[in-house]
């Protein structure tokens, strides 16, 4: 079986990093944590769950998560977020595909997410399919911050089971990270040359609410997938909006 080093990438998850940590713990032989100035007991609590905790600076989602990746020892590494965690069926999928991965440098994992207490099984949020275990030498995070994505060089596979997600610990949450999450990828599009128009503002989160609300059958969701197709419409009008208008001085 070949070895597995588990990265995790924190910053004030104290109340999640260590359900991560033990759905991960029996398949790693490391798991690394990389913090970023966490105020709370995160550090504490992670290396008190047996992880290798480094602390450094800020640079970005896609920048700080090829930071945790080149810091692995293992040859394959499972990359994880704080308020992610593996199934059972996902471990033994992990397990079975590390004793014999055969020419494939990397497998998808289907993720799960969970809102206002209950599962999404429906919308843009699933099957949402994610690489996260691969080959550390092949491998690399790409993506405008803050959606990376994590990519690999030669033949992928997938495994069954779930990575269980819970993003928002409350709706006031999912609104700040809604803002916070919009200006970081405004500039992001504003560094790559990308322009934005009237049409933009206007035309694409009407399109995301038909995709996500009635072409991926969000309303089976019921009131949960009505009120996640209205967010995501939200999130993708304050994007381009503030792309079109610039972003203000002192944005997140």
């Given at each position: 079986?070949?070895?597995?080093?588990?990265?995790?990438?924190?910053?004030?998850?104290?109340?999640?990093?260590?359900?991560?940590?033990?759905s991960v713990r029996e398949l790693a032989d490391e798991i690394l944590v990389l913090d970023s100035g966490s105020t709370d007991r995160t550090v504490q609590r992670a290396e008190a769950a047996g992880a290798r905790v480094v602390q450094l600076d800020w640079p970005g989602h896609v920048a700080q998560k090829n930071r945790a990746l080149a810091m692995c020892s293992a040859d394959w590494v499972l990359s994880i977020d704080a308020d992610e965690r593996l199934d059972e069926e996902l471990a033994r999928a992990v397990r079975e595909a590390l004793a014999d991965p055969g020419d494939r440098v990397g497998f998808e994992l289907r993720r799960l997410s969970s809102w206002m207490g209950a599962p999404i099984r429906h919308g843009t949020w699933y099957p949402d399919r994610r690489l996260r275990l691969v080959r550390r030498e092949r491998a690399r995070w790409e993506g405008l911050d803050p959606h990376d994505r994590l990519s690999v060089?030669?033949?992928?596979?997938?495994?069954?089971?779930?990575?269980?997600?819970?993003?928002?610990?409350?709706?006031?949450?999912?609104?700040?990270?809604i803002d916070r999450y919009t200006a970081i990828a405004s500039r992001a599009l504003a560094e790559s040359g990308v322009r934005a128009g009237p049409l933009d503002v206007?035309?694409?989160?009407?399109?995301?609410?038909?995709?996500?609300?009635?072409?991926?059958?969000?309303?089976?969701?019921?009131?949960?997938?009505?009120?996640?197709?209205?967010?995501?419409s939200c999130y993708v009008v304050l994007k381009w909006g503030r792309r079109y208008l610039g972003d203000p001085p002192g944005s997140p």
């Open positions: 079986m070949h070895r597995l080093s588990v990265a995790i990438i924190t910053r004030d998850e104290e109340d999640r990093i260590e359900a991560a940590i033990a060089e030669g033949p992928t596979g997938s495994l069954g089971g779930h990575l269980l997600h819970f993003p928002y610990r409350s709706l006031g949450e999912h609104l700040a990270v206007l035309v694409r989160p009407v399109l995301h609410f038909v995709k996500a609300y009635l072409l991926k059958g969000g309303f089976r969701d019921g009131v949960r997938g009505l009120c996640l197709a209205w967010l995501g």
